[in-house]
């Protein structure tokens, strides 16, 4: 049962990241082609360098056809219903905190599934949920979202933490753990955008 709603949480959110990559190629009037690349790296770049990192190979992403259909699909909407999904408030912040979310979560339980240790797999579930968004914002030529936006990479940390250290301290069902880690992680990252919550941003003095 874990496993089936893990796979069902890592699907939703190769879903809302393939959403996210597709609306940032339309917006820089990439072709369809560019548009489904852009919306697979987004989905599936931060599972796959998780997987390598832990053994899981080939990874999931690559093996597994409902990936790449699931992100060809949301690549798809996208690109002939871009007018529809820009009606929602921010779409792109808004489906990239879920996909942040959901990956972080399933990142973090895959890695602990693996054998790695809690800090191991806090940061391996970090990485799951910002690396889409940096290979995305590396394709089209901008500075990764995670080294210049409030509280990225930290959400994820706190969502993966949330499941990581729950695994350690209670011994119950998966999915409140999850979903938990993956609400909190949610609302950190759009706190952050609404609010302004932020690191310290490095200014170089004036020449």
């Given at each position: 049962?874990?496993?089936?709603f893990?796979?069902?949480?890592?699907?939703?959110?190769t879903?809302?990241?393939?959403?996210?990559?597709?609306?940032?190629g339309?917006?820089?009037?990439?072709?369809?082609?560019?548009?489904?690349?852009?919306?697979?790296?987004?989905a599936?770049?931060g599972?796959?360098?998780?997987?390598?990192?832990?053994g899981?190979?080939?990874?999931?992403s690559?093996?597994?056809w409902r990936y790449?259909l699931?992100?060809?699909?949301?690549?798809?909407?996208?690109?002939?219903?871009?007018?529809?999904?820009?009606?929602?408030?921010?779409?792109?912040?808004?489906?990239?905190?879920?996909g942040?979310?959901?990956f972080?979560?399933?990142?973090?339980?895959?890695a602990?599934?693996f054998?790695?240790?809690?800090?191991?797999a806090i940061?391996?579930?970090?990485?799951s949920?910002?690396?889409?968004?940096i290979a995305?914002?590396v394709?089209?030529?901008q500075?990764?979202?995670?080294?210049?936006r409030?509280?990225?990479a930290?959400?994820a940390?706190?969502g993966?933490?949330?499941?990581v250290?729950?695994?350690m301290?209670f011994?119950g069902?998966l999915?409140?753990?999850?979903?938990?880690g993956?609400?909190?992680?949610?609302s950190?990252?759009l706190a952050a955008?609404?609010?302004?919550?932020?690191l310290?941003?490095?200014?170089?003095?004036?020449?």
């Open positions: 049962m874990s496993t089936t893990l796979v069902a949480l890592d699907l939703m959110g879903f809302v990241f393939a959403i996210s990559g597709a609306t940032v339309v917006r820089h009037r990439l072709d369809l082609f560019g548009v489904l690349v852009l919306s697979f790296a987004a599936t770049c599972g796959i360098v998780r997987d390598a990192l832990i899981a190979t080939p990874p999931a690559l093996e597994d790449l699931i992100s060809s699909l949301a690549g798809l909407l996208v690109f002939y219903r871009h007018a529809s999904v820009e009606r929602l408030r921010n779409p792109v912040q808004m489906f990239d905190a879920a942040l979310g959901l972080a979560v399933t990142g973090a339980s895959k602990l599934a054998g790695a240790g809690p800090l191991t940061l391996l579930g970090m990485l949920g910002i690396g889409g968004g995305r914002d394709l089209v030529a500075i990764p979202a995670v080294l210049t409030e509280l990225y930290i959400a940390l706190a993966a933490a949330v499941l250290l729950g695994r301290l011994d069902p999915a409140p753990l999850a979903a938990g993956a609400l909190l992680c949610f950190l990252r955008i609404r609010l302004g919550w932020g310290p941003i490095a200014r170089p003095p004036e020449d």
